[in-house]
């Protein structure tokens, strides 16, 4: 049986939030394995869903470039700390990497740095951050970018918390004018705030569906009362929680933040838009980054925690 360490138990709560001995549990009916934990705490209701993806842990900051409304980029550097995240050297680095990338065509993140820097032509982006290393004294990491150049409509962008939540959203519409734009502002401002995965349900593969209703299932036999009710039944219910969590992860689904009457779908909204300006308009595409995401700082002291618990 693989030894159970005091930092695979503090990984599975950071990802899952269940409790301590919990994990420890899973992770030894699991021999370990971190993924077949995560499932085991989730068939067994102590896990609402996997939070690796979305698990804040690193500094840093997310900058946006734009280039009119056609094209925009979204760049994440992370530092080692909150500190270095507001210095203004460090700042304006990362906004000359975004406008490089918005003005360039890179196909990953070593092409870039690899890219001759557009702040100073004499160096490579990678010479460039090693300097800002040099000058600054921490670590800083370019980790990713995105770029998004709308064909058959425009791009608003929006930036919140000072660069924690970088969101672009592209629209397809013919019609670009303010009130279309205001609209993308406030579906960037609901990216930001409720993090949906999808646009619409389309987007979903049917085998993500299905390992969702798989999980639920478990959930429901795991339940003395649950369990116990007609096939029928509790296909229902799998089917209706399937369908309130797939409202809740795409974006037209969701309940407009400012809807005034609180029942108004984002998707509704774009509709309403779209028809006071005689427009064809809808939600393409959006990019979320968020700094950190995925990220784990170190946290000695926590594992230290978790090591005297366990015993």
Same mark, same amino acid.
């Given at each position: ?111 870039? #740095?690899? %890219?001759?820097?557009?702040? =100073?032509?004499?160096?490579?982006? &990678?010479? +460039?951050? *090693? ?84 999980? #639920?299932? %478990?959930?429901?036999?795991? =339940?003395?009362?649950?369990?116990? &009710?007609? +096939?029928? *039944? ?78």
């Amino acid at each position: 049986m693989a030894e159970i360490s005091a930092k695979m138990v503090k990984d599975l709560r950071e990802m899952t939030g269940a409790g301590m001995m919990d994990c420890k549990k899973a992770l030894a009916a699991t021999e370990g394995n971190m993924d077949e934990a995560v499932e085991f705490l989730r068939k067994n209701g102590q896990a609402k869903a996997e939070k690796k993806a979305s698990r804040i842990a690193a500094e840093g900051i997310c900058k946006i470039a734009v280039e009119g409304d056609k094209s925009a980029a979204v760049v994440e550097v992370n530092s080692e700390t909150d500190f270095v995240a507001k210095n203004e050297q460090f700042q304006s680095f990362v906004g000359q990497v975004a406008a490089q990338v918005v003005a360039g065509d890179y196909a990953d993140v070593d092409a870039l #740095l690899a %890219a001759s820097f557009s702040g =100073d032509s004499s160096k490579t982006v &990678k010479e +460039a951050l *090693v300097e800002k290393v040099a000058t600054i004294g921490e670590n800083l990491n370019i980790r990713r970018f995105a770029k998004v150049t709308a064909e058959n409509g425009c791009v608003v962008t929006y930036t919140h918390g000072g660069g924690r939540i970088g969101v672009i959203v592209e629209a397809a519409t013919d019609v670009v004018n303010d009130a279309i734009k205001e609209a993308l502002a406030n579906v960037a401002m609901q990216i930001a705030a409720l993090s949906p995965k999808y646009v619409c349900k389309d987007e979903i593969g049917a085998d993500y569906i299905e390992h969702e209703k798989e999980i #639920l299932k %478990a959930q429901i036999m795991n =339940d003395p009362k649950e369990s116990q &009710k007609p +096939a029928n *039944v509790i296909e229902g219910m799998i089917a209706g929680r399937v369908n309130k969590e797939l409202k809740e992860i795409c974006l037209v689904d969701q309940i407009y933040v400012k809807a005034e009457d609180g029942k108004q779908s984002v998707g509704q909204y774009i509709a309403q838009v779209a028809k006071e300006n005689g427009a064809n308009f809808s939600v393409k595409r959006f990019v979320r980054f968020e700094t950190g995401e995925g990220l784990e700082k170190k946290n000695e002291d926590f594992a230290a925690e978790v090591a005297a618990q366990l015993g």
